[in-house]
């Protein structure tokens, strides 16, 4: 049982990062071509049937893959880029100056991903960006709480206050010292970030505020499925199925990588 939801999280993650690749060389069908036979049951050649404009949903599915990794990368890098250096700062910045960054977290922890979406598509438009701006913006806050409440327990180490004592500089210390120690933390928080932000996705994409009505997302099938509920509901089961697995991948690994990184949790042999 040890590692088991690294393990499992790893094979999951594997399997859609797998998908989004393929899905980005070669489907099966066009994933945006209506086809002559809507709402097919599964079977040859649509393994997994048809939506109620006749296109493959396999091809579909494989497609926006490739949506929610791009809407999953950038926003939860763009977050880590911006919520780590803050707070790190937070943290090591004198106690006036180190609350400015902290309370600003806080306040940001007020717009969630779907109200920022709703402001940024009323002033750009709905689009694969106006996700990624959101979810990514929602996100910063709890790397900045996970980065400044790490750094606050590497600067308290004796190691820390000797490279003080002896004039070293706190960027210096901050790349020394400070952030190989904290990023085993910031892994793991990216990696339950990426859950979050597919999530996200998925709800804005079925709200109309992702990306555009060409691209298909597994939130615009959920969406389109909900007509056809009661009489094709396995149209919303893949869709669905496809954001539950990634999801759960990510979270899986996030609480794999908790386990192995963090001294404090290791199971005892």
Known sequence: MKRSSLWAGAALVGFVVLVAIVGFFWTPFSPTSNGPTPLAAPG????LGTDAFG??????LMAGAKVVLLVGVLSVLGAAVVGV???????????????IPARLADILYGF???LLAILFAAALGGSTWTAVMAIGIATVPAFVRVARAATLQVVSQPFVEAAELAGVS????AGRHVWPNIAPLVWVQASVSFGIAILSEAGLSYLGLGSGPDAPTWGR?????????????????WPGLAVAIATLGFNLLGDGLRDVLDPRLRERP
């Not at 296109?55 to 579909?60: A, G, M, N, Q």
């Not at 250096?85 to 609350?99: I, S």
């Open 170 to 173: 706190r960027f210096v210390i």
């Open 55 to 60: 296109t493959d949903v396999l091809s579909r």
């Open 221 to 237: 099938m959920l969406r389109e499925a909900q007509d056809h509920l009661f009489s094709t509901p396995i149209l919303a089961l």
């Open 112 to 114: 969630p991903a779907l």
């Open 44 to 47: 040859w050649p649509h393994l």
């Open 85 to 99: 250096p803050l707070g790190m700062a937070a943290a090591m910045l004198p106690r006036w100056a180190g609350e």
